[in-house]
């Protein structure tokens, strides 16, 4: 059975200070790894996939590992920002008839002016 | 990306109620769609996954008969409560896939009084 484990469940930086969120998982057959970022009250939004076959990701600030022998994955982000505040949660999809996403419980991540 | 909808984003209803929740793919076709439940500093639950034109599948410990769902389309996807009570009350979020990536919709938080 897939499991999903996030370190820290919870992070509080000064602003512009750069970090990493963990990810790590259980079977390392899976399909992809996707990032999400989730507002208080508000549903996800995808930040980053990355595929099976790929080693990392980036889009602006943001820049996610993926190390699928070792079931690890991190979520690194430079130059942190107060609006960055959020949970960010890690997801993996195994492709099957049944494939689902095995969320993580997330990482919460405040960031101080 | 591709966009998901939800609505309503808020409902506040009666115990004993029923309440329908719509899920739309506004710029896809979504061959699959999954409804999930968050409690207040949780994870996503998946409730259930439902394939357009066919019965949904339910995860364990979710009954069908209070959460019926249906997927008459490829961009629309129904989740109602039936009989809602106060225990029923949470944050619904809706997803829905294209190949291999999932996007969520805002979410819908059912209060039951």
């Known amino acids: 059975k897939q499991e999903v484990t996030q370190i820290p469940a919870a992070l509080s930086v000064p602003e512009g200070e750069n970090l990493v969120l963990n990810c790590s998982f259980t079977d390392s057959a899976i399909y992809n790894l996707q990032w999400f970022r989730q507002d208080p009250g508000k549903g996800l939004t995808s930040l980053l996939l990355i595929q099976s076959s790929q080693r990392e990701q980036t889009s602006g600030r943001l820049n996610a590992s993926l190390d699928k022998s070792s079931g690890r994955s991190t979520l690194y982000i430079a130059a942190s920002q107060p609006g960055d505040s959020a949970t960010y949660l890690c997801a993996v999809f195994r492709a099957s008839n049944t494939g689902k996403l095995i969320f993580g419980q997330g990482t919460t991540l405040q960031v101080k002016p | 990306g591709a966009v998901v909808s939800q609505h309503p984003s808020r409902v506040i209803c009666k115990s004993g109620t029923s309440v329908k929740i719509e899920c739309r793919s506004l710029d896809f076709q979504a061959t699959t769609m999954f409804w999930y439940r968050q409690f207040p500093k949780q994870s996503l639950m998946l409730m259930a996954t439902?394939?357009?034109?066919?019965?949904?599948?339910?995860e364990q410990g979710v009954e069908k008969d209070k959460f019926l769902i249906n997927h008459a389309s490829l961009t629309l996807s129904t989740l109602t409560v039936t009989s809602a009570h106060p225990e029923d009350s949470s944050f619904y979020i809706c997803?829905?896939?294209?190949?291999?990536?999932?996007?969520f919709g805002p979410g819908t938080r059912l209060t039951v009084l």
């Open positions: 997803s829905a896939r294209t190949g291999y990536e999932q996007f």
């Open positions: 439902s394939n357009e034109g066919s019965k949904a599948t339910y």
